[in-house]
């Protein structure tokens, strides 16, 4: 399985950025995807995710901003940004994560997102 995101890039404080991750290889189809991020000197922090299903989850920071999408078609998770801050400045990774008798983790390469005040 491989995870390929794309869309990070500079961008202003208090504007819009969106993610895209696509998840290749033999995947269950039940499954959780999501977004992390590490900002430099910190440790890597969960941003959001979202189910098969559709349900989602977001940390405090970035709620009422960023909104988590999935095509389960495509098997590829979007991040919306909006209103980005530079405490949003971070390398964004994303995550698949299913089980199937065992737990299967995988992660993308990451994407740098920087916000400039």
């Known amino acids: 399985v491989q995870l390929q995101a794309s869309g990070g890039g500079l961008v202003q404080a208090g504007g819009s950025l969106r993610l895209s991750c696509a998840a290749s290889?033999?995947?269950?189809?039940?499954?959780?995807m999501g977004w992390y991020r590490q900002a430099p000197g910190k440790q890597r922090e969960l941003v959001a995710t979202?189910?098969?299903?559709?349900?989602?989850y977001y940390t405090e920071s970035v709620k009422d901003r960023f909104t988590i999408s999935k095509d389960n078609a495509k098997n590829t998770v979007y991040l919306q940004m909006n209103s980005l801050k530079p405490e949003d400045t971070a390398v964004y990774y994303c995550?698949?994560?299913?089980?199937?008798?065992?737990?299967?983790?995988?992660w993308g390469q990451g994407t740098l997102v920087t916000v400039s005040s």
């Open positions: 290889g033999s995947i269950f189809s039940i499954n959780t």
């Open positions: 995550n698949l994560l299913y089980y199937n008798y065992r737990r299967y983790d995988y």
């Open positions: 979202i189910t098969t299903g559709g349900t989602t």
